[in-house]
Structures are given as C-alpha cells and as structure tokens.
C-alpha cells in the first residue's frame, strides 16, 4: 500500500497509488513543531471551499480506521469521539491559527 521508505520519523511515507498517478496531487500536510499545528495547503484546489469538509471527513475516517487497526478501539467510536471535539473545537478554539496557508 504504500512507497517508498520515509527518511526518518519525521515523514511519512507517500501510498504507491499517488506514486503511479500522474495526476495526484498534495493537496494538505500537517506537522506539530514548536507546540502548535503546523499546515501547508493549497486552498485553490477546489472552487467550492466545501469540498474542503469533505476532505476533513475523509481524513477523520482514516484516522478512526488506523486507530481500529492498531488499538483495536471500535472505528466508529473513535469517528464519533473525533466529530464531537472537531465540533467543540470550532466553537471555542483553544488556538489561533497565525497563517493561513503556505502554498
């Protein structure tokens, strides 16, 4: 399932379907440095920003599905413990975003 071998613990390894496709793009990365959340993005991807929600569900399912995997915790236990500090989290942010994108 997936490439080649990260260069150390700092990446991840990319799948082999972005590797074959020609047409794959990154489109999202994600790191925790100096305390916070660290995004690249590139926002332009999409026309309708919604499409971004998507993206943010799909990632969730990933997540609860790899959690499944390696604890054995119930997927959609974890996709529900998720959505609800997702939601709390865009009531009252614990944090500030101090960029927007990096692209």
Same mark, same amino acid.
């Given at each position: 399932?997936?490439?080649?071998?990260?260069?150390?613990?700092?990446? *991840?390894? +990319?799948?082999? @379907?972005? #590797?074959t $496709?020609?047409?794959?793009? #990154?489109?999202?990365?994600?790191?925790? /440095?100096?305390? !916070? *959340?660290?995004? /690249?993005?590139?926002?332009?991807?999409?026309? $309708?920003?919604?499409?971004? !929600?998507?993206?943010? +569900? $799909?990632?969730?399912?990933?997540?609860?599905?790899?959690?499944? @995997? *390696?604890? !054995?915790? @119930?997927?959609? +236990?974890?996709?529900?413990e998720?959505?609800?500090?997702?939601?709390? @989290? *865009?009531? #009252?942010?614990? $944090?500030?975003?101090?960029?927007y994108?990096?692209?």
């Amino acid at each position: 399932m997936f490439g080649r071998k990260p260069k150390s613990d700092r990446d *991840l390894t +990319a799948p082999s @379907e972005v #590797e074959t $496709d020609p047409k794959a793009r #990154e489109v999202l990365r994600a790191w925790v /440095a100096n305390g !916070g *959340l660290i995004c /690249a993005l590139r926002p332009e991807t999409w026309d $309708d920003a919604a499409n971004w !929600g998507i993206v943010l +569900a $799909d990632v969730a399912r990933h997540i609860a599905n790899a959690v499944q @995997e *390696l604890h !054995g915790e @119930e997927a959609s +236990a974890t996709l529900a413990e998720i959505q609800n500090v997702f939601n709390a @989290e *865009l009531g #009252e942010p614990t $944090d500030t975003p101090t960029r927007y994108f990096e692209a």
